[in-house]
């Protein structure tokens, strides 16, 4: 392989697991950003006959990649271009269910919760990711001045909040303040982040019960110490909204426990329950506990079967 192009249309969750897959293979790629015009946009990925006027954004133009990594909605129309103007020399992986027939891929990637399914489908625990051990190493010693300070053991708390499926509701933030607040007072060092989902009443209430000294709640500005937590972290804590945010906890091999929220989805659930009856999470209830689990690998476990189809 002498090149990779990622297509995405831009949002980060999807352009990292695109990145998690690249890191994975130890390829350096070329991240294409893409837009579509009409009527592609509003009938994509259904209407097909895709051209290289359907794209706004980045240029996809020729030479073609060795290999295509795409992610999201309308980079399904570019992944299906790519393939046909490369006379089927690309090999496209589609990262996400597409909802449409998979056969028009090389390689279709999807999470165990999502119905896909073929010969060239693979499936995987979660979402994957860009949790590396080196990554992680290199956050400890960037941050070490910031949460080295805090009391062992430290937890770190992932905070996401109101979306289509969830409501992090008035009752839930002042349980879960109080919980924290608990835990802060038993001598954990707490590691606390939260979202624009978390809405300001939200986001008052936690920061006011958090008012303590063993507790560093990141307030947006400088450089952000997400991996920074997750490095120095014994414990995670993460909100039932966030795939992306469970699926990066349960790849460090660190308990992890998920904070329930009001709402959810037959697909949420599926995620869920498939993580928590293989023991990889376990519902947050006040108490933390150390124990034991096969760490998640997805990024890995997708470029082992892009080389092994690739013949590399």
Known sequence: MTSCWIVTEGMAGTENQCLGVAEALGVMPEIKRINLRQPWKSLSPYLGLESDCSFTGDPLNPPWPDLLLASGRKAIAAARYIKKASAG?????QIQD???????????????????????????????????????????KEFAPLLSPLPQPRVAVLIGGNSKAYKMTRAITEELADS???LAAQGYGLMVTSSR?????????????????????????????????????????V??????????????????????LEGGTKRFDLFHDNLLQ?????????????YDYMPLDDAGMIAAEIKKRMKL
Do not use: Q
């Open 239 to 260: 909100t039932a909204d966030s795939t992306s945010m469970i699926s990066e906890a349960a790849t460090t091999g660190k308990p992890v426990y998920m904070i329930p």
């Open 278 to 290: 293989k023991g990889t999470i376990r519902r947050f209830e006040g108490k933390l506990n150390e």
């Open 89 to 93: 020399k690309c090999f496209v992986v």
């Open 98 to 140: 597409p909802r449409i027939s998979c056969a028009g891929f090389d390689l279709v990637a999807v999470p165990a919760h999502d119905p896909s399914r073929g010969s060239n489908v693979i499936v995987t625990s979660a979402a994957p990711n860009r949790i590396k051990t080196e990554h992680l190493e290199d956050a400890k």
């Open 180 to 182: 924290l607040k608990n």
């Open 197 to 237: 989902r978390t809405g300001e009443e939200n986001e008052s209430t936690l920061k006011n019960a958090l008012s303590h000294e063993n507790v560093y709640y990141w307030d947006g500005n400088g450089d952000n110490p997400y991996f920074g937590f997750l490095a120095w972290a014994n414990f995670i804590l």
